[in-house]
């Protein structure tokens, strides 16, 4: 017999798939009728579901017509405006593919400091059936949406991979690939230059370890006095002493891999403040190409290229395949990165 309970201690669908030991994903399917659950699976759900108590919320028909909104989460903050122009080319792509199945897209911007509950609450007063998140990671609130059978899709962010659908960009790939660049420049002796993102711990971490094998591949061993973190937004009045301390050193490297391309212009502008050139006396790579080089005011570096375009297509294309029932475990696709070479990297000989 089913248990009466007030609402207050209704249990929570991820409530029953602890119980089941199947994910909140699985239960959703399975109450949704999405996706290709065993026979057996169903029945464990809803039969704990019956024990428990649960009540599955009705569905809107919005969802199944593949009609309706579709929320684009995006993180203001200071740290991030210079990405602006490199997002720009995906939403278009987003909106446009969006249009094609029915959806329209709402740009639903967020803090650090809101609350997972006034984000939802946004979502569903909008009435959006589904969500992308760019960059923006809330392990907490994606949980909820999904719990909700409101589908998310993150994009650029790798944090999650293992638990949400994610279009990712490779960026292990990216940086060993960089790094190879000025290796078969015949660089040696390559500095690496960080700063943290705090929305994306994974994105250091990958890019150093792709540069840490390509320098391993060619057993150089990794000089700690190369690796440098910076602070984003510092200028001559408030100056990075750390370039200076690197260059005058008895070993100075002759070529630098830069987390990406708003830290690679940073260190090109301490670098010449402070009275070096760009290649002449060291090289500047670095991921992301998020920089408008179209822009006389913007030195031209060398970079790994993300086809923004190509990531909202991939985007589009696994919601579509979501809202079709089609997908029924956690995909993640990878976008590669391709080099454009810009001028700031030379080759380097021991005799120069």
Known sequence: MKNIQSDKTLPKLKEVAAQAKVSPTTASMVFSGRGRISENTTKAVRETAERMGYVHPARKPTRKSKSGRVALLMLIDREWTFIWYFLNEMIARIELDLQKIGLDTVIIPVSHNEKDKDIYHKIINLECQAVFSIHYGKDSLFSRLENAEIPVILILNNNYQDKYFSICVDDFQGAYEGTRHLLNLGHTKIGFVDTSREDLPILSTDRYYGYRKALEEERIEIQKDYLISCTPGLSSENPDNSFQTLMEGSSPPTALFCLDD????????????????????????????????????????????????????????????????????????????QLISRGSCRKFSSET
């Open 262 to 337: 708003e830290i690679a212009l940073q260190s090109w502008s301490t670098l010449t403040r402070i009275g070096y050139t760009i290649p002449g006396d060291i090289s500047i790579l670095a991921p992301g190409d998020v920089l408008d080089y179209s822009k006389t005011y913007i030195p031209k570096i060398t970079t790994m290229h993300i086809d923004m375009k190509y990531v909202g297509r991939l985007a589009v294309d696994m919601l579509n395949n979501r809202l079709s029932n089609s997908i029924n475990t956690v995909h993640v696709l990878k976008v590669k990165q």
